[in-house]
Each structure stands twice: as C-alpha cells, then as structure tokens.
C-alpha cells in the first residue's frame, strides 16, 4: 500500500489524481492534502479519503475545516501554513507525493518531498523552472524518484528507454518534440486578441485545466515552461528541444531519434493518464480513461509556432538559453502579469510586454540556494507590479 500525500487536493490535477486513487482502493492510501482557500471541497475529499493531515492556508480556514471535520466525525489533523505544506510532504509516512500546487507556491513543499528522499509526481512545472539545477540535485542527492506529470513530459518519459540516464546523445536522441494544442486563439487575427476576455482565454479547447495555466496555453507561455521543463527533466540543451503545435492533443509528445525512428504517446487528452503512470511506475493500471479511438479523431495536423503570435514562447527560450536567473524571473514575471490579465488589470497582449520588460531590466544571476531564488522571485514581481502600474 502506497501512501500518498496531494499537494493541491482541490485543483485540477489534485481532482483527477484522487479519481484514479480512488479507482485502486487496494494500492493506495491518502496520508494527507492540502488546499489553498477552497475549505469546503477540502472537507469533501477528507470525509471520502480519510487522511491523516489537511493542511490549508491560513488559521482562520484552519479554524473553519476543524469544525467541518468535527460535524463529520472525521478524525483528520489539520494544519495550516507553507511550512506544514513541507511538514507533510516530507514525513516519513509518506511515500509518494502528488505537486499540484500551482506556481512559485508549490516550490518549498515540492523541494521538502525531493530532499526527502519520495518519489515526486511533478506536475508544478513552475517549481522545476523556477530552481532548474538545485531541484535536480536534491533529488539525485537523496536518491527521490521524479516523475512527470506533465502531459508532454510524462509522454517524453514513456517514449524514453527505461534506462535513460539523462544522456541524450548516449541513447540515439535527435530531438525532443513537444507538442502544443497552440490554444484558444490559434486562428484568430493578431488584433483582435487586444480585447480577448480571461473567460475566453481560459476556455482551452482539449483540456479541463486551472485558469492560471489555461491562459499560459493561450499565450504559449505554458509551451515555453515546458521547453524550460523537458531541459531539467531530460538534460537535453534548447536547441535539442522542438515546440510543434499540434492541435487535436492527440500526440502528447514524441522524442526523434538519429535512426530516423519518431516514438510518439497518444492517448484522450485526459490527465488521468499521466497520473495513472506516475502512481502506477512502472506498472500500469487502470486510470478511467476511454481508449483512444484514431478513427474518430480522423486527421491529425501539425504546424510550426510562430514566435510573432507566440512572443512568449520565443521569451521562453531566450530565458533558458542565458540560463542562470533568467527562468526564475520569467516565470515570476509571467504570474504577476497572468494574474493581472485575469483581475482586468492588463490586456492579453500586454502579458508579453510586461515579462519583455522585466526580462530586460534585471541583471541576471547565479541563484546558489533556495533563498536566493525567492529573493529573486520577489524582485522580479515587484518590478512587473511597477511596470503594471504605470
Ligand atoms: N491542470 C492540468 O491539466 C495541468 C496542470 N499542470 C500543472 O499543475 C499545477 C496545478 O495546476 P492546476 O491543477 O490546473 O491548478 P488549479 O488552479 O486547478 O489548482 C491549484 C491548487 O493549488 C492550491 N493553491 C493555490 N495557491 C496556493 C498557495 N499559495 N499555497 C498552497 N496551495 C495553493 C489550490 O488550492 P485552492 O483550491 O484552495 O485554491 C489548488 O488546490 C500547475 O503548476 C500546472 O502548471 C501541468 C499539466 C497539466
Ligand atoms: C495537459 C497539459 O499537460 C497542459 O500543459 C497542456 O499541454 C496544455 O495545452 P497546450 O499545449 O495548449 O499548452
Ligand atoms: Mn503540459
């Protein structure tokens, strides 16, 4: 019996995940979840799921899910704060950790399940981008497991050998191709995205996603992380990895190989599958997904990105490219201004601009440890605030 801990219980990939837990009573048991704000959903989950912890932001949400548990009888401890975030995803009770958190957040909990030795289902890519190097090193110093979640990235992993060593070159890899579905303005005029609304931007059209990365996918920014992403899974250098927008999400990825050979995954855009190999590895189980159907699908197209409609994908890889903090404050850039897009603060294209700025005025850096990280992470969305501001 696996005990998991899921970190973003009530998001996206927290649902999905506990819907193929819940399918494999006989393998795995919840030992804790945490949420944000959402209290109420995560008193469901807990009366469902029955973990030993909930862990949520504040006292005073804290102080709301006891009583909730309490009308419930339920016997779940509830802690509150980033720390106990860590707490749970590095107890020794824990075997496998679910980072569902979204953005910077989940870092510190992600980076706790790492150093302690778990096997790390990542699926908060902003954590890997944000910390690149140091996230890599705690896991091979203490010997954890990493798993990825992500769509593209788990395919990449399936179509990798078993033995994979983060070599590239030693195992016959040409290059890395993600796939993008090129998302909800793929074939609108550049012009008209000057007055898209954040209920059209996040209205992705293959996947059920949160709104902070549904709109990355309109801009292509969440390409663009992915690129930064499959660098640290994968040890494979910018030039070795292809973005092809492939709008049916159909392919989930492939990796090119120097025989000629393309190994591609396919599957229902569903994430239940990604989640469902992670928790299974390398077994397989049942995840609750239709099989794929090809005759339905009919056709599958592909087409190149265009960086002029895309901007943030070329920031993307510009940003890997200079390496050192230039991902860091990409990506903090890109929430501070995704965020604002979404309270109506900015227009759409504006998102590019305010990160285009942001990239320009700071100087870049090493980041040796996690506090220079979030060091770096605060400056940079304090600068993005300022130029939104004005
Ligand atoms: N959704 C998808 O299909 C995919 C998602 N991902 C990645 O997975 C991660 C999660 O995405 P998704 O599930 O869509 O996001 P959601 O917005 O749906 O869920 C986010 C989760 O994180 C919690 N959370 C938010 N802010 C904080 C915080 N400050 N501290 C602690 N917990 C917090 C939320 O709690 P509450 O509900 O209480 O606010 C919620 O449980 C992201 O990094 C995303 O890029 C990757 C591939 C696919
Ligand atoms: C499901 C998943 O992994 C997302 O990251 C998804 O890939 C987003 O779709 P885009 O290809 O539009 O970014
Ligand atoms: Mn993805």
Not at 33 to 61: D, I, M, W, Y
Not at 143 to 160: K, M, R, V, W, Y
Not at 206 to 223: E, F, Q, Y
Not at 351 to 361: E, F, H, N
Request: hydrophobic share 45%; aromatic share 6%; net charge negative.
């Amino acid at each position: 019996m696996q005990k998991i801990c899921v970190l973003g219980s009530t998001g996206s990939i927290g649902v999905s995940t506990l819907d193929v837990i819940a399918r494999h009573p006989e393998l795995y048991a919840v030992f804790a979840l945490t949420a944000h704000t959402q209290v109420r959903k995560l008193a469901e989950q807990c009366a469902q799921f029955n973990p030993s912890f909930a862990v949520v932001g504040t006292a005073l949400a804290a102080t709301e899910l006891q009583l909730l548990l309490r009308e419930k009888n339920i016997t779940t401890e509830v802690l509150y704060g980033p720390q106990a975030l860590c707490e749970v995803a590095s107890a020794t009770e824990c075997d496998a950790v679910m980072a569902a958190i979204v953005g910077a957040a989940g870092l510190p909990a992600s980076l706790a399940a790492a150093h302690a030795g778990k096997k790390v289902l990542l699926a908060n890519k902003e954590a890997l981008v944000m910390s690149g190097q140091l996230f890599i090193d705690a896991i091979q110093a203490s010997g954890a497991t990493l798993l990825p979640i992500d769509s593209e990235h788990n395919a990449i992993f399936q179509c990798l050998p078993q033995a994979y060593d983060r070599r590239p070159q030693q195992h016959g890899v040409h290059k890395i191709i993600l796939t993008a579905s090129g998302g909800p303005f793929l074939n609108r005029t550049l012009d008209s995205l000057d007055n898209v609304t954040p209920n059209e931007a996040v209205a992705h059209p293959n996947w059920v996603m949160g709104r902070k990365i549904s709109v990355d996918s309109a801009t292509m920014m969440n390409k663009g992380l992915e690129v930064i992403e499959a660098h640290w899974l994968f040890n494979a250098p910018a030039e070795q990895i292809e973005v092809l927008i492939h709008p049916q999400s159909v392919i989930h990825s492939m990796v090119s190989y120097l025989d000629g050979s393309v190994l591609a995954q396919m599957g229902n855009p569903d994430m239940r599958t990604p989640i469902a190999y992670g928790l299974a590895y390398p077994k397989r189980i049942n995840s609750g997904v239709a099989p794929l159907d090809l005759a339905k699908v009919m056709q599958l197209n592909f087409i190149a990105p265009d960086f002029k409609r895309f901007p943030c994908l070329e920031l993307a890889y510009a940003a890997l490219k200079t390496g050192r903090s230039a991902p860091t404050i990409l990506n903090a850039s890109n929430e501070i201004a995704v965020q604002a897009f979404l309270d109506g603060k900015i227009g759409f294209r504006m998102i590019d601009q305010v990160i285009a700025r942001v990239m320009d005025k700071l100087s870049i850096r090493e980041l040796s440890d996690i506090d220079a990280i979030f060091e770096c992470d605060q400056e940079a969305r304090a600068l993005s605030l300022e130029i939104i501001r004005t």
